[in-house]
């Protein structure tokens, strides 16, 4: 009884959704369907804005490894002095 009530529930869902009509040939002119000199200045500027962020984080990227080197550094000269200091005593 439930499988002849499911069959007969996909034979009406089925039967319910339209097959899709594929669109009409567009027969204006092609030109108007293109973005046009303000499509052309907003990706322009997607594109500016694109490459001065990634310049901004390589430049604090860089920044940011940079302090952690003279950090090493001065941490490894304290401690040579201190090694120093210690050996004069």
Do not use: C, H
Request: hydrophobic fraction near 45%; aromatic fraction near 8%; charge should be positive.
């Amino acid at each position: 009884m439930i499988l002849v009530n499911a069959a007969l529930l996909f034979q009406a869902l089925r039967s319910a959704v339209p097959s899709p009509t594929p669109p009409p040939d567009y027969t204006g002119d092609p030109n108007l369907i293109t973005p046009g000199v303000w499509g052309f200045i907003a990706i322009f500027i997607i594109a500016v804005v694109t490459v001065l962020l990634i310049i901004d984080m390589n430049r604090r990227i860089r920044r940011s490894r940079y302090r952690e080197e003279v950090r090493l550094q001065i941490e490894a000269e304290q401690a040579e002095a201190d090694k120093k200091r210690q050996q004069d005593f």
